[in-house]
């Protein structure tokens, strides 16, 4: 079998809403795909993290750069592939655009390799520990209003995401120190005081403001303070871990083992967050949980984007070990963004239908049963959004 073709799909629409988060606000989703297809006919599918004009350059860097590099290779050959593909871009790059382009790439091999053993990813892996997930659901982000009017929305909306059937749920922060506790006081309102809720500052924050979110975090018994200082300000993740009781998570934006190994090592994380379409895929994916077992620290996927990336981590979180086991093991969810997603509920031939899935299920995700990712996208679908 041999690769005879990687096409990049860019798929973008407006959005019905502007939103936003720490570092920007947006009116656009977009999401892009990798196909690769095969001289056998075997088609895999991935995802690469990056939005935006970002997705734009992933595009050039997939079908320009990788592309020359593996043509005619065997696609069951994934990991020289992954290794002759980052060693030819090293030096032009360890992580960012160039690691995201592989990520999709790697992705679409593991399903060409599920479709032609007739496996779902997780039995390639080494079986499932989970035949379903648990999924908090994520909202309550930014958006250019005063902070009263987000205050009152953010309780209405915490408690929305409540009764659709979520674990856990989780806020954006950033505004300020002061103003981002009272809106964590208002998801902690909107939920009550037994459900557990996260808020991610997307590296908004010194350390020193962080120590003062954290500190209103820990009074609101939040369960983790996700990226609250820069991701190269490994000090201060340490620092803030050292100091506050809430649990402090990250890692969404750092890349393959070397930049996990570095990470870990500076034992600033409770939870680690890797994000599989750009980290380096799902064989760099699989390198990195080991090396975050091997630190005792636990994992909850980092999700965003289409269902390519949903069912991705669907199929790695039934093959994650749970840390530490035994009869009441701290278990792994699914991340689901609960904001308008046309790509992640309207891509599929058969929809994944989390939030239906929810309502069914008692609050459970089922993984994925069909070879490889378990997922056919709708071509026409693709045609229709495509904007590169």
Excluded at 38 to 56: P, Q, R, Y
Aim: hydrophobic share 40%; glycine share 10%; with cysteine.
């Amino acid at each position: 079998m041999k690769i005879t073709k990687i096409t990049s799909h860019v798929l973008g629409y407006d959005m019905p809403e502007r939103l936003g988060y720490s570092q920007q606000y947006y009116d656009r989703r977009t999401a892009h795909l990798v196909e690769i297809n095969t001289d056998e006919g075997v088609t895999g599918w991935g995802e690469c993290f990056g939005a935006g004009n970002i997705a734009l350059a992933n595009k050039a860097i997939v079908e320009q750069v990788i592309q020359p590099m593996i043509l005619g290779m065997d696609p069951l050959d994934r990991d020289v592939i992954w290794h002759k593909a980052y060693n030819l871009m090293r030096d032009h790059g360890q992580k960012g655009m160039p690691l995201q382009s592989l990520s999709g790439v790697d992705i679409a091999l593991w399903d060409i390799a599920g479709k032609v053993a007739g496996l779902p990813i997780h039995k390639l892996i080494g079986g499932a520990h989970r035949s379903s997930v648990t999924a908090y659901g994520y909202g309550m982000m930014l958006r250019p209003e005063p902070v009263a009017e987000m205050e009152a929305r953010f309780v209405d909306e915490a408690a929305e995401i409540k009764a659709m059937g979520f674990a856990a749920t989780k806020m954006k922060i950033g505004v300020g120190p002061r103003d981002d506790v009272r809106l964590a006081a208002a998801v902690r309102k909107g939920v009550g005081e037994d459900f557990r809720f996260m808020a991610d500052a997307n590296h908004a924050y010194t350390t020193s403001d962080a120590f003062y979110v954290g500190r209103g975090l820990e009074e609101l018994d939040a369960y983790w303070f996700e990226e609250p200082v820069a991701p190269e300000d490994l000090d201060g993740y340490a620092e803030l871990r050292a100091g506050l009781k809430v649990n402090i998570s990250g890692g969404e934006v750092e890349f393959n083992r070397w930049g996990w190994r570095r990470l870990l090592e500076a034992r600033g994380l409770d939870i680690a967050q890797p994000e599989v379409c750009a980290l380096g895929g799902i064989s760099e994916y699989l390198r990195v949980l080991a090396l975050c077992h091997a630190h005792f620290t636990p994992v909850i996927n980092h999700v965003w984007g289409s269902a390519v990336s949903v069912a991705t981590n669907l199929q790695l979180l039934a093959a994650m070990p749970a840390l530490p086991g035994g009869l009441f093991p701290w278990e792994p969810m699914l991340e689901f963004d609960t904001t308008d997603n046309k790509f992640r509920d309207e891509l599929l031939a058969e929809p994944l239908d989390i939030q239906g899935q929810l309502k069914r299920n008692g609050g459970r995700v089922t993984i994925p049963q069909g070879p490889g990712l378990g997922i056919t996208p709708d071509r026409q679908f693709i045609e229709r959004f495509r904007i590169a």
